[in-house]
DNA sequence: GTCTATACCAGGATAGAC
DNA sequence: GTCTATCCTGGTATAGAC
């Protein structure tokens, strides 16, 4: 018996290459991509770097392919949501209950909140994932929101998909504003009065 | 008579400053802070790479300048805007002039988008320069909108600051993901019936 | 398929002439 | 105060052993 690794001696390439992904998340995440070397991506990965440039072609496909998974996986949590459901009940409870389950869900993901600060980032120089952003992510959310906004006659609202662009921009918002860019400790304003001021504005029954 | 340059032979320090920075400028909102190099910042601003050294510490103090600048001057401009005095007139015809002007404004300054993108993206590496535009930049815009919801008695708001911070957030969101990010190329959507939803969505009389 | 070692280049920063 | 020339580190990418 060695000191080595007991399970498979060699490992296969799968495996190596969710490693790299892995590594590549975390220095990508943490430093944005000019600032990220491959030296750094393989320690964190435990792998050589000559295995990374086996498995990627170079920097930049490592990069799109980290972020086109990041897409793929990250996003159904964020967005998609514990409501991936149709949405039904009183407007008051279920746009409460929305967006405060969007705030909480990103403000407590702060790799996801790395992940916008990246895409934003490097949206000029890799416009490609900008755009693969902008069409898949908020899709179903907003879809979704437009809809129920519309079957809702007592809202009277004139454009229920500019209001669901609204009340997802104004969130969205908030959090790139209060967190990503630290105005909660230099503005703050609180997380449930955002909220209530949303709904306020597109309930609007006079109580 | 020889062919350099005839007004003054020397150029003096504040002039080569204001070279170095604007060739900073040029540099850094184009490429970011990791991938520009000195070099480039040297050769865009018509300098050898040691009179920059000369005029700031390094890259980060050269940075730090540079963003610290563009918010002073820049800032006036966008956020600033026609309306420095307070706002007064029939809300409907208010919010969409304010709506529109603001939008036009960041729309049409492409660099002020390129400035968007660097802080967002840099904030991870320099939340001090965050904190910063946080606590300048929509200051006076936010506060002004604020009193002028607070006064118009006829909206009936139950929260103006919320309100004020709700209607610069969907329009503010509205330029991150439409423009910075493309969005306008793949899930359109156009300007005037965002306004016009904003608009309808706080003043809301029964037409 | 994976590692070690290295080629090659570019960037940040400075020394020294003028 | 500004330039030219240079140092040195560190980055991307690859060659060759196993």
Redesign the interface.
């Given at each position: 018996m060695d000191t080595k690794s007991p399970p498979s001696e060699r490992q296969l390439s799968a495996t190596k290459r969710s490693a790299i992904l892995s590594g590549a998340m975390q220095e990508f995440l943490?430093?944005?991509?000019?600032?990220t070397t491959m030296d750094r991506v393989a320690a964190a990965a435990k792998v050589s770097k000559a295995t990374v440039y086996s498995h990627f072609k170079d920097k930049e496909g490592l990069f799109i392919a980290l972020v086109q998974q990041l897409q793929e996986k990250k996003f159904q949590v964020v967005y998609g949501s514990p409501e991936g459901k149709r949405l039904q009940g009183p407007p008051r409870q279920v746009l409460h209950h929305l967006a405060s389950n969007m705030l909480e869900n990103i403000i407590e993901d702060k790799p996801f909140q790395?992940f916008m600060?990246?895409?934003?980032?490097?949206?000029?120089?890799f416009?490609e994932l900008?755009?693969a952003?902008?069409?898949h992510t908020p899709?179903c959310f907003l879809s979704i929101l437009k809809d129920y906004l519309g079957a809702q006659s007592g809202l009277?609202l004139?454009?229920p998909?500019?209001?669901a662009?609204?009340f997802?921009?104004?969130l969205?918002?908030?959090v790139?504003?209060q967190e990503?860019?630290?105005?909660k400790?230099?503005?703050p304003?609180a997380r449930e009065?955002?909220i209530?001021?949303?709904v306020?504005?597109?309930v609007?029954d006079?109580a």
């Open positions: 943490a430093q944005g991509y000019a600032a790395a600060r990246l895409i934003i980032g490097e949206s000029g120089r416009p900008a755009r952003f902008s069409h899709r009277n004139k454009d998909e500019a209001t662009r609204i997802i921009g104004s969205v918002h908030y790139i504003f990503l860019l630290y105005a400790e230099v503005v304003f009065r955002m209530q001021g949303l306020d504005l597109i609007n006079s």
